[in-house]
């Protein structure tokens, strides 16, 4: 996936949820603070989002723009309707998304989750295509580890999960 195509799922979903507003929390939330991101970054098909006014048009946009929907078909990913709740991001990242929003539409914003709060919520999901993901971010040294770790201690998640994830970070830092 690439920056026009993220632009293009967001006027998608905002269309069809009737909100003008989305949060993109996936993986391809990188795009909003990384345009340019790296391919390795870019592999996933599939935007997260969640209407920022009108959480209720999650199951709207998971029928028309979601997997092997025309949409899917078509232009070759789609958009994931998914409660915001559902993801663990550490506390104030709604201060610190990064607004997409098409120069040729006005009307429809994407926040996308910032760079360390994206890594943190994936070091909380830890499956091998999250901790891969953050991998690369540290090792192309978009994310600071030490910012990383302030971000995992505000979390909310069980002490343990938490854990697992600050000695994963730990690790790879040294």
Request: net charge negative; proline share 5%.
């Amino acid at each position: 996936m690439n920056r026009e195509q993220l632009e293009h799922a967001i006027r998608a979903a905002c269309t069809v949820s009737e909100d003008h507003e989305l949060i993109i929390f996936g993986s391809q939330a990188i795009l909003g603070q990384f345009p340019d991101a790296p391919p390795e970054l870019r592999k996933s098909i599939e935007v997260d989002v969640s209407p920022k006014n009108r959480p209720e048009a999650v199951d709207k946009i998971d029928g028309a723009l979601g997997e092997n929907s025309p949409f899917h078909k078509t232009h070759g990913f789609y958009v994931h309707g998914v409660p915001i709740e559902t993801a663990k991001l550490p506390k104030g990242w709604e201060k610190r998304t990064n607004m997409v929003q098409d120069y040729m539409d006005e009307n429809n914003i994407g926040y996308c989750i910032e760079a360390h709060d994206l890594a943190a919520s994936k070091l909380i999901a830890f499956r091998e295509k999250d901790t891969e993901f953050v991998r690369r971010l540290i090792l192309d040294e978009m994310i600071d580890v030490d910012t990383l770790l302030k971000r995992l201690k505000v979390i909310d998640a069980e002490k343990e999960i938490k854990d697992r994830a600050i000695r994963w970070a730990e690790r790879i830092s040294r």
